[in-house]
């Protein structure tokens, strides 16, 4: 079967390996053998993709299988009882190794598709989900302003999860007009193209002359805005860090958030009982439309080309699609 390696950086491609094999149960319960039909590039591939984190680079080739983690597909087969042999499920696998055919994982790892749902909208019921979980960190948002640093695909969730919360005023930051373009669709009240830090100033016209209560720095790994997003928040507001920060912060940036008396919060791994659940739930029930951050679709022998299109932002890019073998095999 098919797997991806990451040879070099910026360079990855497919090779064959032996297919997998499920335990037995008595050597490693609640397992399941998964077979992946769509998946979805995030900015959390793209440090394995690129070279490293800031500071720290990673050794070429990488592990077979990295660096995919949002899917959906078939359960192949299981030893244990949580699912059933042909049923239907989004699944993560464990460190972002899940580019291969087939793989096993287990069982708890998978969340049940609803049923009124596109293979599309149910896949981003992980990314979102990751969304819900740090949104569920903060307070009561009826009536409140926001700043959300970073308007690629997880800012437009924040953008469409903060307008369901009943933000007041919900300003999308990016120095990239075209992905400025689907903040208004998305949520946002408002727009901002600049590095967060050269933001100020048109923030504070947009919120009568305050800086905002709650700012969300969703940039990425490649450009953390941890900096600008100390900066801006009020006195006494809060900083929810979203985006994986560097392996060391500046003590000054935490020392002026001290000084203005700020909360800091941060947010990882979703839970699979409820969280991941919940975010599927609301893209079902329409209460966000994600819809337009779907912007490209590649099949897996173009994976190169899926990589570098979500990689270098091409042609407004945000989710990036790509279709395994065993989704065109279902369509015939």
């Known amino acids: 079967m098919l797997a991806g390696l990451l040879a070099a950086p910026r360079r990855i491609q497919l090779i064959e390996i032996p297919e997998p094999e499920l335990p037995t149960a008595e050597d490693a319960p609640g397992m399941i053998l998964f077979q992946p039909e769509m998946t979805c590039l995030c900015g959390s591939d793209l440090p394995y993709f690129d070279g490293g984190f800031e500071g720290h680079p990673i050794e070429y080739p990488q592990p077979v299988g990295m660096s995919l983690h949002e899917m959906v597909g078939t359960v192949i087969d299981t030893n244990g009882s949580r699912w059933k042999r042909g049923q239907r499920v989004l699944a993560v696998p464990l460190g972002q190794q899940g580019l291969f055919e087939r793989f096993v994982l287990p069982e708890t790892r998978a969340v049940a598709l609803h049923p009124g749902l596109s293979d599309e909208m149910a896949m981003l019921a992980q990314p979102f989900g990751t969304v819900v979980h740090a949104l569920k960190k903060l307070p009561n948002m009826i009536d409140r302003d926001v700043v959300v640093l970073g308007q690629g695909p997880i800012g437009q969730m924040f953008n469409a999860g903060l307008r369901n919360l009943g933000a007041r005023r919900i300003i999308g930051v990016d120095p990239l007009a075209s992905r400025l373009r689907a903040s208004l669709q998305m949520g946002a009240t408002a ?15 947009h919120l009568d002359g305050l800086l905002p209560e709650f700012v969300i720095e969703a940039v990425g790994h490649r450009a953390q805005a941890f900096n600008d997003a100390v900066r801006l928040v009020r006195e006494y507001g809060t900083v929810l860090f979203f985006g994986v920060p560097p392996h060391t912060i500046d003590g ?26 919940l975010a599927m739930q609301w893209i079902a029930e329409g209460r966000v439309n994600l819809a337009p951050l779907l912007t490209h679709r590649f099949d897996l022998s173009d994976l190169q080309q899926a990589f570098d299109v979500f990689r270098d932002r091409t042609d407004g890019a945000l989710k990036v699609l790509v279709q395994f073998p065993a989704l065109a095999a279902k369509n015939r």
């Open 191 to 205: 727009t901002v193209c600049a590095r967060g830090i050269d933001a100020e100033q048109a923030i504070r016209d």
């Open 252 to 277: 000054t940036t935490l020392r002026a958030l001290m000084w203005k008396n700020g909360t800091l919060l941060t947010s990882l791994h979703p839970d699979f009982e409820r969280t991941f659940p």
